[in-house]
């Protein structure tokens, strides 16, 4: 075995506390990933993208990407059989970049796959210095943003774009902000004593030669997996030569494609969605502005459906579905069903604007009355 899986056997093992905290480690990354990514909804669906926050949208952007990078570093290192197979998937996307493919791969990995002793020394270097670094610096710039700006805020009595309602910082956010804090450090340490994950034994060392079935990625790579598996067999050839291979599309372009929308999201609200080129610091309820909820919406029903489809091969083994037509189903489904989110959730979010109603709050009974013949019937409020 690597010097990488004889530390993580030993620091499961033989050193006290060790699975402790590889475990709560690991429910960490999992969840930090998480809580980016549903930041980032809320982002999304309130306009609290638009300008002035447009920048502060760009910074945070790039740290869920940076954040998903740091997590596949972390996830890679202990050089088991697993993770092997993800470094091996990864090592095929970025051969099959055009043109630089080749030199770029050889040169991060230092030589054709698995690579040397270099390659494991770079992703720790990456994984403890060089992306925790770009992150705190990003994170300090976000906050700093923040505090110059101000936070958004909903619409409410004394609300106005040019002022912030609400709780001050000191003591009121920052107390409740140390007891989540508490809260969630409580909660990682039992899930990382008490749920088992990433159990490197029972995979054994990474050998080239030696595979597994039903190896699944920490859930944030689940979408780059998924677009792997619904590609078709499509390959650009050209005299004799493949300029691009079949990987590229899947987990290359799927995932540029995806961040590129995200990035573009502020000027595309700007110049066709919602065509509104004025800065805001109010926010906005989701059925406010229902193109943009649908089409977010949209977007992300593709995402699900393709991170779905990641999970084919446990459909297989654990229900039986057959592994070609799971992935079929799961092409129609990225074709469909986003247009039917689309239409199903513009036509909520405009019933809910006209109705001037929440849902979940505000009255929620009916008013009866006796009638003549000794019934009851329900009259107006």
Partial sequence: MSQAYDSTLRMSFAVSGGLLARQTHHWAALVFVAAITLHLFRIVFTGA??????????????????????????????????????????????????????????????????????????????????????????????????????????????????????????????????????????????????VQINPVWLWGPYHPYVSTNGAQPDWYLGWLIGGLRLMPNLEIHAFGHTLVPNPFFGGALFPTLVFALLYALPWLDRRFISRDYRAHHLLERPRDNPRRSALGAAVLAAVVIVFAAGSADRLFFQFGFGYEGAVWFFRGAFLLVPVVVFVITKRVCTALARAHEHPLRGWSGALVARNQRGGFERVEP
């Fill in 49 to 194: 993208f638009r300008k002035p926050r447009d920048i502060n949208y760009f910074v945070g952007v790039t740290l869920l990407a940076l954040a998903i990078l740091e997590g596949f570093a972390g996830y890679s290192l202990p050089d088991d059989l697993l993770s092997g197979i993800g470094l091996a998937i990864a090592w095929a996307v970025a051969m099959s970049l055009p043109l630089i493919g080749g030199p770029l791969a050889t040169a991060l990995w230092g030589g054709r796959f698995p690579g040397t002793t270099v390659f494991e020394s770079r992703l720790f270097i990456a994984h403890v210095f060089v992306l925790p670094a770009l992150l705190a610096a990003l994170i300090a710039v976000h906050l700093t943003i923040i505090a110059l700006q101000r936070h958004s805020q909903f619409p409410g009595p004394g609300r106005r774009e040019q002022n912030v309602v609400g709780t001050p910082l000191w003591p009121g956010y920052a107390l409740r902000s140390l007891g989540l804090f508490a809260a969630v450090c409580c909660v990682l340490v039992l899930m990382g004593g008490l």
